[in-house]
């Protein structure tokens, strides 16, 4: 087991040294990761407001199908997008295949139903005296829905929090969409697939450590954010 | 203050939970600047109706006019005029003083703040220094229910609806809920519809009462309600048996109809001077409640009779001659025609 404590080691090193490679693949899962959480929570939260404050027709299946979502896999999503995105496909023109931007698109499916069904559950489980409330204060919709939001802040946060955990640990997607270029679409999970096959473990443990370092950091500031 | 035009017109009011009917209101009034107490027992649609007059609930059926214009709800013209304090009221994960300013900050009102924040705290007895800056989750129950209505109060709402104001609340905050309420009556001419089961306080602040029994509306305030299981005799009549062994003779229900209502006006005690004529239920009970009516100054007497509660209607004369005190041993009685069916 020497090879792991030595993998750290140099891990350290590489690091410090600053190793373009390593830093580029950083560089590049944190691009498509924010890329991808903005847009999944851009989209995500209206709509996961909409299916947890509305009661409509057809909500219990809307349920079943974000729920099932939440499940899908990575590379079923990374084949669907390759098969629009490449030549034969109809967004073939667009160039989006083995680029950052193709991996976002990616990214952004496998996050949105994240984003949508957490906050979907925070939204059913607020307190009904809350719309009631905000109605005899004399609140307009704008002012329910973004007073709702804000009152359930935490949950949505672990929404964010939660798609972010599933992007940036995601290996299927920017490996299939992305090709795994170095310098160009490799991210710290291709990365570390691919220096573990090549047995470069000290490569790898770097990024893992870099990546682990990302979400400590992300949790960090949840916490700061709960105690304001 | 009191003016005579409806502030509320409620007209032909049905609301359903599903199959059940919660409210069955086919006219309701209510003056502008006038205080209402709204009693009944637990599930008897009294928050359903304050909703309803917060414009947050709309009937299956039934028009709402509000100052003479028909209202479904949610317009700015009443949105913003129209306030509810609920059983539980909610309070933003926030300061309290942001809890208050919350409505005024709807309204794009941002004058003055600090000091109306201070007006309104102290009007339900809380002091801005000590309380503006606790979190939502520094309060007690009390206290929240306070900071809730001086959320309520600053707004200078034209209707303050309030539904079991005072239900978890000490003596001290309920007296304070009771003088805040009646100053917005005053100082502004709010309208206030008021729920509580706790009659005695209720009585003290409002001008005139209706109570509800399963969505059935009584204008005429506190009134006996008998309910089944009634035995019918065959002659057009029926029995009511309560627990000790009284039986209440009643005539017979319509189509439809399962309770039935003895008004107060109808209800009898029994003197020397004035004994029993045969033909009249006669039932054996205790004063348990004495309560004085504001507008009136008449004296609500509540006679429990086993399991039944008589309510009547007495002046403090008549309640002199007859030496009623609570716990006092009275007989009553009304005839069988006397009872309405609902």
Known sequence: ?228 | MTQDHPIYHLKNIRHYYGQKKILDIDDLDIRSGSITGLMGPNGSGKSTLLKMLAFALKPTKGRIFYKGREESGFSPEVRLKVTLLTQKPYLLKRTVFDNIIYGLKIRNDHHNLEERVKTALSKVGLDFQTFSHRKWHQLSGGEAQRVALAARLILKPEVLLLDEPIASVDTKSAELIRAASLKARDDWGTTLVIASHDLQWLYSITENQVSIFNGNLFPTGIETIITGPFEKTGDHRCVKKLTGGQALLLKAPGQNEENAVVRKENIRIESLEQPFKDGINRMSGHISAMLLERESNHVLVTVLVQDLSFVLKLSPDRIGSLGLYPGKTITLGFLPEDVEWF
């Open chain 1, 1 to 228: 087991m020497d090879f792991i404590a030595e993998g750290f080691v140099k891990a350290v090193g590489l690091l410090i040294n600053g190793d373009s490679s390593i830093w580029s693949a950083v560089l590049a899962t944190l691009k498509v990761s924010a890329c991808s959480l903005l847009i999944s929570t851009g989209a995500g939260l209206p709509c996961g407001f909409m299916v947890g404050y509305f009661d409509f027709k057809g909500k219990k299946q809307l349920r079943t199908v974000l729920d099932t979502l939440l499940a899908l896999p990575t590379v079923f999503i990374g084949l669907m997008v390759y098969a629009f995105i490449s030549r034969q496909g109809i967004l073939g023109d667009f160039g989006l295949l083995f680029n950052l931007s193709g991996i976002v698109i990616g990214l952004t499916i496998l996050a949105f139903p994240v984003v949508t069904a957490i906050t979907a559950s925070t939204i059913e489980g607020i307190d009904p005296e809350l719309k009631l409330t905000l109605v005899s204060l004399g609140a307009g919709k704008r002012h329910i829905l973004f007073t709702c939001l804000w009152e359930v802040r935490y949950g949505i946060l672990t929404a964010i929090v939660n798609a972010y955990g599933r992007v940036s640990t995601e290996v299927g997607i920017a490996m299939m969409i992305g090709g795994n270029i170095k310098y160009h679409t490799r991210t710290i999970t291709t990365a570390i697939a691919l220096e573990t096959n090549k047995g470069m473990f000290a490569d790898g443990i770097a990024l893992g450590l870099v990546l682990i370092t990302i979400a400590f950091l992300v949790n960090l500031s949840l916490s700061f954010l709960r105690k304001q």
